[in-house]
């Protein structure tokens, strides 16, 4: 056991330092990380932070704003640097900035590894949420459509699945990735594919859910579902999915009421 190291800074994160970045979220074992950071920078830069020890940089974390909810991603610390409390000093920053801008719940998918610390700083359990994949490759989703003219109707629908405004998350994906709508009378759901993920996923009803399970699939090899939502669990195991990993939906702060309508998230780091 090290000594807890009391002088660490915690600073924003540059976009020059995604290489190394993204060097320690592989060594730290988070793929969906690795592929998610360099998104979550873009969507929000100020919202992603990290330490360096000794020149070499030690531990990452990020926060994704959604209105009054906060969606904690990225969070590691380099093997040689762990139990010495620098997880906290970046969890405890996060939250100290999200605060100042009007957060009140944060959220997080925790792994085996990350629960002590965030039952440490007070977080509870929501539900179990699982990584899936399947053998194959991912046909090419230009084939997809594009659903950037349905942006107002997306972001009404997935504020009433989420009980949060995940707008920064959504313009950013709109612009750059293809996916499916389902409608009736107004749109009952979305979803998107987003380099071989299968998600965000939306839908009001299972009809929707999973007729945009079936049609993406095909252009999607991974995903991450929440396991209440049977449905969902079941249509992607029709498609050949099968569970990977399993990680916990956590929460520090007051419960958001949803309706179950979340079919695949958008990745563990964005929820
Ligand atoms: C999760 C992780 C970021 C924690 O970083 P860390 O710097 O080791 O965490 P800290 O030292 O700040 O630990 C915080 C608290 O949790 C406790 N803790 C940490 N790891 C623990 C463990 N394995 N068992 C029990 N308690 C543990 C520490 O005692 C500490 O409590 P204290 O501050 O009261 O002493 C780090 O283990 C990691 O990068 N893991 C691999 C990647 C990963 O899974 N990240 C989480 C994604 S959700």
């Known amino acids: 056991m090290h000594s807890a190291i009391s002088t660490v800074m915690v600073e924003p994160l540059d976009p020059s330092e995604l290489p190394e970045v993204i060097a320690l979220l592989e060594r730290a074992g988070l793929p969906g990380a ?69 957060i009140t719940t944060f959220l997080l998918e925790a792994t085996a590894a990350g629960r002590p610390l965030y039952d440490k700083l007070g977080y509870v359990d929501e539900y179990e949420t699982w990584n899936v994949a399947r053998p194959g490759t991912a046909a090419d989703p230009s084939a997809l459509d594009d659903l950037s003219a349905d942006r107002g109707e997306i972001l009404a629908l997935d504020q009433r699945a989420t009980g949060s405004s995940r707008d920064v998350m959504i313009h950013g994906l709109l612009r750059e990735q293809r996916g499916a709508r389902a409608r009736g009378d107004t749109l009952t759901g979305y979803g998107l594919v987003v380099g071989g993920r299968l998600g965000p996923v939306v839908a009001r009803d299972p009809g929707a859910g999973r007729a945009l399970i079936d049609r993406l699939a095909p252009f999607a090899t991974f995903a991450s579902i929440p396991v209440p939502n049977e449905a969902a669990v079941a249509a992607f195991a029709a498609n050949g999915f099968a569970h990977v990993r399993s990680l916990r939906r956590m929460r520090l702060g007051p419960p958001i009421a949803t309706p179950g309508w979340l079919w695949a998230l958008a990745s563990p780091g964005a929820g």
């Not at 590691?76 to 920053?93: I, P, Q």
């Not at 939250?95 to 801008?101: F, K, L, N, P, S």
């Open 34 to 102: 690795v592929a998610g950071v360099a998104r979550y920078l873009r969507w929000q830069p100020d919202g992603a932070w990290r330490v360096r020890i000794d020149g070499a940089l030690a531990g990452t974390v990020t926060l994704l704003r959604y209105g009054h909810v906060g969606f904690v991603g990225c969070m590691a610390v380099d093997d040689a640097h762990r139990s010495r409390g620098v997880g906290r000093r970046l969890l405890e920053h996060a939250h100290a900035a999200g605060r100042r801008a009007g």
